[in-house]
C-alpha cells in the first residue's frame, strides 16, 4: 500500500519524506487555505520534496474552466497530478487530460457508480472519502470494498485512494479491504508507529541493558 500525505504544510512533507516512507503527497482547497501559502509557490516547493505525485486541485466547476487550470497547475513539475471534482464536467476533463498524458485524482468520491465513472474516465486516482461518509452514518469502508469489487471486475487500471481518513483504524481497515493508496494527515500517519507495549518493551530492555554495563562499539 502506499502512503500519500494530506496536507500542504511544507516542513510536515519534508519531515515525512525523510522517513523514506511516503510515496506522494494530496493537496486541496482547504489544505491550501489552511498553509496560508499561495497555491503555485507551496505546490513547487512539494514537488521538488516528493518524488511521487503531487495532489493539485482545480478550482473551475467547467470544462474549460478546468483545462486551464489544469494546464497552469502541470507547469510546476512533472509529478503534478491534476484532482478534479467528481462531476460531468470534472470527468469530462479527466478524460481529457489523461489522453493527454497527465496523472489524475478525481475526487469527492461518495459512492461506487461515481468510481466507476471515474474509472471509465481513465483517472489515476480515484479519491473515496471514508470520513465523510462515517460523519453521516454510513459506513466508509463499504465503498472502498465496493470500488475494490467493481475494478477487479473489469480489471480497471485506476488506483483506489483512500482520502478522509481521520484514525490509525481507517488506515489498517483500508489496507484489508485493497486500497492501493491512503492518504493520511501527518498526525495520524505519525501515529501508526505508536504501540504501548514496544514503548513498555524498549523501557524494559534499556535498563536491562544499563545493569550490563557494556556498550556495542
Ligand atoms: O484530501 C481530501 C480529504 O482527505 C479530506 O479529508 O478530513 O477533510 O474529510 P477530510
Not at 80 to 101: E, F, N, Q, V
Not at 127 to 152: C, H, K, Q, V, W
Request: proline share 3%; glycine share 6%.
Amino acid at each position: 500500500m502506499k502512503f500519500f500525505v494530506d496536507t500542504a504544510d511544507v516542513s510536515e512533507i519534508s519531515d515525512l519524506n525523510d522517513t523514506g516512507l511516503l510515496d506522494g503527497v494530496t493537496t486541496n482547497p482547504s489544505l491550501i487555505m489552511k498553509s496560508g501559502r499561495d497555491i503555485m509557490e507551496v505546490t513547487r516547493e512539494i514537488c521538488a520534496i516528493v518524488d511521487g505525485p503531487v495532489s493539485a486541485e482545480v478550482t473551475a466547476i467547467d470544462f474549460d474552466g478546468m483545462l486551464k487550470e489544469a494546464a497552469v497547475l502541470a507547469k510546476i513539475a512533472d509529478n503534478i497530478c491534476i484532482k478534479l471534482p467528481l462531476t460531468m464536467d470534472g470527468l469530462k476533463a479527466c478524460k481529457h487530460l489523461t489522453s493527454d498524458g497527465h496523472k489524475t485524482n478525481v475526487t469527492l468520491c461518495f459512492s461506487a457508480n461515481q468510481a466507476l465513472l471515474a474509472a471509465k474516465a481513465g483517472a489515476t486516482f480515484i479519491s473515496p472519502f471514508i470520513g465523510r461518509l462515517d460523519d453521516i452514518n454510513i459506513e466508509g469502508m463499504d465503498l472502498i470494498a465496493e470500488i475494490r469489487t467493481i475494478y477487479d471486475n473489469y480489471d480497471f487500471k485506476t488506483e483506489i485512494l483512500a482520502a478522509s481518513i481521520r484514525t490509525a483504524n481507517h488506515v489498517k481497515q483500508a489496507a484489508l479491504y485493497g486500497a492501493d493508496v491512503a492518504t493520511i494527515p501527518p498526525a495520524t500517519l505519525r501515529s501508526l508507529v505508536k504501540h504501548p507495549l514496544t514503548d513498555k518493551g524498549l523501557e524494559a530492555f534499556l535498563a536491562d541493558w544499563q545493569k550490563t554495563g557494556q556498550k556495542i562499539v
